[in-house]
């Protein structure tokens, strides 16, 4: 399916890799773990796979407490003891994230072309509100949908149709921007736009659909948008 701007009306946002960035954690590891990168590799990918898995075994948790489950199997994987202080404090960076340089300035020129923009997250209700705070976006979002309204993840289904309710826009009319090959996935199949932001320059996943459209950044968006 080709984007078609003229369908859209609402503008969604995935935050952890798409607005902040994930690696920067690698700096709070590195001070702890010979092997940073690849405690900080294991760590994201063990917490998307328990997301998937607690949606097919009705499990769900808040994303933070899955995302400490996450950490100390990375940690015992590589064969890392920490105190619950020290891992607490790795933790805790997902409040102090990076924010991609683009993002204020994209999302910007998003709502002022009349574009409501809201964030559609599996994070929790106090981490999206710490990475809004940090990222300096709040006068430019509508709203937060996070996962936790609804007690399960992406890529179901149910998680975008309640952001649809919740933005009060039809679903076909939602352009949902994500990072991730999964979240984009999820987003068309529940009927939005899917627009993939390949940051590094990535093959997509040969499963699958492909992208509504790929964009390197939100200035990309703004511009197959008109705006």
């Known amino acids: 399916m080709a984007f078609d701007p003229e369908c859209v009306s609402t503008v969604t946002f995935d935050s952890y890799s798409t607005i902040v960035d994930v690696d920067a954690v690698e700096a709070a590891l590195a001070e702890r773990v010979p092997d940073p990168e690849a405690v900080s590799t294991l760590w994201r990918e063990r917490s998307l796979a328990y997301t998937f898995v607690a949606n097919a075994i009705d499990a769900y948790q808040p994303f933070y407490a899955m995302n400490r489950d996450a950490l100390e199997h990375a940690l015992a994987a590589h064969g890392v003891d920490l105190p619950e202080a020290e891992r607490e404090a790795i933790l805790e960076t997902y ?12 999302i910007e020129r998003l709502h002022d072309g ?6 559609v997250s599996n994070g929790n209700p106090e981490m999206l509100d710490s990475m ?8 430019l979002l509508e709203d937060t ?5 609804i007690g399960t993840f992406k890529p179901d289904a149910a998680l975008y149709r309640h952001a649809a ?8 009319e939602i352009a949902h921007v994500s990072a991730g090959w999964f ?14 932001v390949d940051r590094k320059g990535r093959p997509w996943d040969a499963f699958g659909d492909k992208p509504t459209l790929v964009i390197e950044d939100f200035f990309e968006l703004a511009d197959a948008l008109g705006v």
């Open 95 to 106: 409040h102090d994230l990076n924010v991609f340089e683009d993002v204020r300035a994209g």
């Open 114 to 119: 009349g574009y409501p923009c809201y964030i």
């Open 132 to 139: 809004v705070d940090g990222a300096a976006i709040d006068d």
């Open 145 to 149: 949908v996070s996962a936790d309204e």
């Open 165 to 172: 309710a919740r933005t009060g826009t039809p679903i076909e």
């Open 183 to 196: 979240d984009v996935l999820g987003a068309i199949h529940a009927g939005m736009q899917g627009v993939w």
